[in-house]
């Protein structure tokens, strides 16, 4: 197929790569771990880890877990925010041969209950802050082994206690539980401190796992947007391109500094998530650092730890970018080390990325991706002089096709839906025989749900999902483009737009704004819209909120807005 794409490279970047060139992604952690034993790899609450250390803990939590006597391949769930125990647990299940199942810790009891059935995993690793939801649906799971996590676990001994301490009993951050230590099938649970894991497996031996690039290293669950979440299989080879293909896209950002190692990549995207995953282990390849923020949403926070040391690489979704932008503080940090800003996991807007660049000097640049493709499946160029609004080009060894309903390849500049394959994109989903039969197409492509266009020199427009779409008076309405021309209306800080049926035209438009400007009405956005969009692509209804219902990645759940409007 034609590839118009690779004359649009930035200079540098391989067209290919080999997701061969690793045995399995264990081999790829442990030569970095070796060759980068004195370096930093992660700090976190101003306390550092070097990559010896997370080479020793992980074989400690790796060789703990075989020692338990779970099933070689074992399903593991996570249930961590972005503290230094999640990647010390993430290596060592990797390296025991066995399945990462990454869990939001803000999930509900029901949401919990699907994703550890669905998965089927017998083992979690969880912060004791949300241990009580777990205890509301263990029984009802195959959860054999329970390893509980403090705070302060890997902060050191005075530090880390009174971390703990302060979470628990000043914060009030820990409800009570009581994991029942019987199971319904009669069999006993194992139910262990980390640190007591740690310590035990200090004393045994990892034993070599047998995983290859087959073998599955992550059920990586949907984000459940547009519907019941459902575990991607990534194997080892899915994970290992993804971060060579991100190794070669990010690289020549990042000479001007002269020394990758010394690198800072931002963690404030939760690493339970596919997009912060993915450059998590971009750093570890790099052998660069990462800064972890537990919190992002405690945005003063999270200002004063970007003026505490220089920052490289800052990978955030639309909503954060904004979220900084409004803090009077974020002026004052030095950006002059900064750079890539890259922005995924949903759409940038126009708006916030102009305003990003006016304050910080930085481009924004937006990548698209799903849980599908492990992260990023298309980026714009690294050396981009200006915010283009596309999704950019595929990145190396990734082919993208535009199709129409048929099934038919588009020409350059017709829009339809979005279809990609390479050897990131996802071997099926777990136990869905059925989705994975309507979710890839006959020549192995995997239908994304996007609906977009390629223009000549190869950069992806997207213009909406599927089933955003909104249909006025039989013309399609893509809520993206009109949130895009809202957000750039003075006094609009967020909004988002959803169909709702209407009698005359079968759906109408209605808007969700959050003010930035307290004066701003419904008619000066009304006037707003009808001078920048076409009279179908109006709303016909207005309505002012607090704030806007995202996940926890910081993504605006419409769906949400559907059923609550």
């Known amino acids: 197929m034609q590839k118009p794409w690779l004359s649009s490279y930035p200079p540098g970047v391989a067209h290919d790569i080999d997701p061969d060139t690793f045995l399995s992604l264990s081999q790829l952690l442990e030569q970095s771990f070796r060759q980068n034993a004195d370096r930093p790899f992660s700090v976190c609450m101003e306390r550092w880890m070097t990559y010896g250390q997370l080479d020793q803990y992980s074989t400690a939590f790796g060789a703990w877990l075989q020692e338990k006597k779970l099933a070689s391949d074992a399903r593991v769930a996570i249930m ?33 209950l699907h994703q550890l059935k669905d998965s089927e995993a017998t083992a979690i690793v969880i912060l004791e802050n949300f241990a009580h939801i777990l205890e509301e649906v263990i029984d009802q799971t195959q959860i054999q082994t329970v390893v509980v996590a403090s705070m302060g676990d890997i902060l050191g001994f005075f530090y880390g206690r009174w971390i703990t301490f302060a979470v628990r009993h000043l914060a009030r951050m820990v409800p009570a539980f009581e994991l029942p230590l019987s199971a319904p099938n009669g069999k006993q649970r194992h139910i262990v401190s980390f640190k007591d894991a740690l310590d ?64 800072n990549t931002v963690a404030a995207l939760p690493l339970y998530h596919i997009f912060a995953l993915t450059l998590c282990f971009l750093t570890i390849r790099w ?39 409004q803090n009077p503080q974020f002026k004052s940090i030095d950006f002059s080390n900064m750079c890539v800003s890259q922005a995924g996991g949903m759409a940038a807007s126009i708006g916030t990325a102009k305003h ?7 481009v924004m640049i937006e990548g698209w991706g799903m849980s599908e493709t492990c ?16 999704i950019g080009l595929p990145l190396p060894s990734i082919l993208v096709t535009i199709k129409d309903d048929s099934g038919q390849d588009l020409p350059l500049g017709q829009t339809g839906e979005i279809c990609i394959k390479g050897p990131n994109v996802m071997e099926g989903y777990y136990n869905q025989p059925h989705e994975n039969v309507n979710v890839f197409t006959n020549d192995g492509y995997l239908l994304t749900g996007d609906i977009g266009f390629m223009n000549k ?45 209407d ?63």
């Open 356 to 362: 990003w660049e006016k304050i910080t000097g930085s």
């Open 503 to 565: 009698s005359k035209s079968g759906e109408a438009i209605k808007l969700f704004v959050v003010k930035s400007d307290p004066i701003i009405t419904e008619d000066d956005i009304f006037k707003y819209c009808r001078e920048n969009l076409t009279a179908y692509k109006n709303p016909k209804y207005i309505e002012f909120r607090d704030e806007l219902p995202k996940s926890n990645v910081g993504k605006i759940l419409r769906r949400e807005l559907r059923t609550s409007h």
């Open 457 to 501: 020199q190869g950069f992806i427009t997207i213009v909406d999902r599927k089933k955003d779409m909104i249909l006025v008076s039989g013309f399609n309405v893509f809520p993206n483009e009109l949130e895009n021309v809202v957000s750039l209306c003075q006094g609009v800080l967020e909004c988002a737009a959803i169909g709702i049926p």
């Open 200 to 263: 035990k497996g200090e004393s045994l031996r990892l034993k070599p796992s047998t995983t290859n690039l087959k073998s599955i290293a992550f059920l990586q669950y949907t984000g459940g947007t547009t519907g019941l979440s459902k575990g991607a299989i990534l194997t080892h080879r899915n994970i290992i391109a993804a971060i060579l293909q991100a190794e070669n896209w990010f690289t020549p950002a990042l000479a001007r500094i002269h020394d990758i190692k010394t690198s």
């Open 80 to 112: 961590l925010p972005n503290i230094p125990q999640f990647p010390i647990t993430m290596s060592g299940i990797l390296r025991a041969g066995m399945t990462c199942v990454n869990v939001n810790p803000l999930y509900t009891a029901r949401e919990l």
């Open 375 to 390: 992260a990023i499946g298309t980026n714009n160029p690294v050396n981009a002089s200006q915010f283009s609004g596309t």
């Open 287 to 325: 052998g660069a650092h990462i800064t972890m923020i537990p919190n992002p949403r405690d945005i003063p926070k999270f200002v004063d730890i970007l003026k505490r040391r220089p920052f490289h690489l800052l990978p955030a979704v639309n909503t954060l970018f904004n979220a900084l932008l």
